[in-house]
């Protein structure tokens, strides 16, 4: 867990929510706040990250304190494949890039400030699926190659890395928690590990 002046008192914080119902249904009672001044995690390269052009999962509860302001969830590949929440009203957006190719998911649902949704953005089959509190809310034709050019590039969670500038930006501000990154398509319908349960009630555990 990093961020801009390495300093303590500005990396994400481990929350308690005020009560479960705050929590929603996601079977917790915390998470890890952001700021969204200047609060990111970052995740080294590794190569169980290089998906190609294969099936995948990403999902994660977010709350966000303001979620018109450029909320950043997921960075990922310099820019190439973020998850995010913007404009007034909000919605949840996704990015997925590829040498000029572009994969775009948004929300149908509007996101709320205050409120606990959980998102699933995955690829099954060729076609990339947004999931939101359990509902598909758009596919999309999806078979852009998501591998990082060098081992340089770490995942950025709750902040985007501007390639432009050199800096971060677009900070969340809010609560991640309960992520996963599963390179299978986890929401299948076929009898796999979650299939027809797109929505937990109770934390994943490991």
Known sequence: ITNVGHTAANRPLIK??????????????????????????????????NFGR?????????????????NMLFDYKYEDFQIYTVN???????????????????????IKDGIWYHAIIDRLDENSRLFLNGVCEEIEANNNDIKLATAAEPLHLGARYNSGTGAY????????????????ARYTGQGL?????????TEFGI
Not at 54 to 70: H, L, N, P, V
């Open 54 to 70: 294969s099936d995948f999962t990403i999902e994660m509860w977010f709350k966000c304190t303001d979620a018109s302001a450029q």
């Open 16 to 49: 308690t929510a005020n009560s479960i119902s705050d929590y929603a249904l996601s079977g917790g009672s915390d998470g890890i706040f952001f700021d969204g001044t200047n609060d990111r995690i970052e995740i080294p390269y590794h190569s169980d990250f």
């Open 193 to 201: 590990i979650d299939s027809d349960f797109p929505n937990p009630s």
């Open 88 to 110: 007034s009203p909000a919605y949840l957006y996704v990015d997925i890039r590829n040498w000029g190719t572009n994969v775009g998911l948004q929300s149908t649902t509007e």
């Open 169 to 184: 930006d677009y900070y969340h501000g809010g609560y991640i928690d309960e992520i996963r990154i599963s390179n299978m």
